[in-house]
């Protein structure tokens, strides 16, 4: 039992090797989840709280709070720049195809109507809205935002999305006592939420439209 304990102690590193290799590595992905919208930034966002909440170490949740929230920040302001250079260039650039690519045309029609309703509020409810930060992103290149404005924006949306997949962890590490089931139980609430909107418009499009007379 004693050697199984030892083996086990030398198997799992120390928190303070988690902590040193987890912020860093956090950070990266969600910068590249920003600049690349096919990575799970809300999953590895619940899920770094799960881990957070299994710490001893004081600040782990506010760590994880702030590395998440700037990462996502500069990754978006980082797309937003690569974006206005695509536009001001007579041919493109693969960055701004990459952003149109992923806005349907009645996502932005939709985004670009709210934009000039609701203007700097709408960045806010993009981020937490799946699949809703590109086609509003897009919205503000085509109505020629500079980079400022976007990001004055864009820095409370970052923190609020942050927030809100933290609470997912902090509750998933909350109600399960070993933290890779409060892991699994952020993941699985992450993607379901995450699918959710797009089952939605589906079911719409295959009901059955019933005419009157």
């Known amino acids: 039992m004693i050697r199984l304990a030892a083996a086990v102690t030398t198997v799992v590193p120390p928190e303070s090797t988690q902590q040193a290799l987890g912020y860093p590595s956090l950070f990266l992905l969600v910068l590249i989840g920003a600049l690349v919208p096919v990575v799970p930034t809300g999953a590895l966002v619940s899920s770094a ?29 980082a797309l937003y720049w690569l ?16 952003i149109r690519s992923r806005a349907p045309e009645d996502r932005l029609a939709q985004a670009q109507e709210k934009l000039t309703e609701h ?3 709408v960045l806010v409810l993009s981020r ?14 085509l109505a020629e935002w500079p980079l400022r404005r976007f990001s004055r924006g864009n820095l409370p949306a970052c923190l609020a999305w942050a927030a809100t997949y933290q609470v997912i962890g ?31 418009r589906r079911l719409r499009r295959s009901a059955p439209v019933h005419r009157s007379g």
């Open 170 to 200: 902090i509750l998933g590490g909350s109600l399960f006592r070993e933290p890779w089931e409060g892991v699994a139980a952020a993941i699985a609430v992450t993607v379901l939420v995450g699918a959710a909107p797009a089952v939605w």
């Open 49 to 77: 709280a799960v881990v957070a909440v299994h710490q001893t170490a004081p600040f782990s949740l506010a760590l994880v709070f702030v590395t998440a929230a700037l990462a996502a920040f500069l990754g978006d302001a």
């Open 83 to 98: 974006g206005r250079r695509g536009l001001g260039s007579k041919n493109g650039s693969r960055w701004l195809e990459a």
């Open 119 to 121: 203007g700097v509020a």
């Open 128 to 141: 937490l809205v799946p699949a809703g930060r590109i086609p509003v992103m897009l919205a503000c290149l």
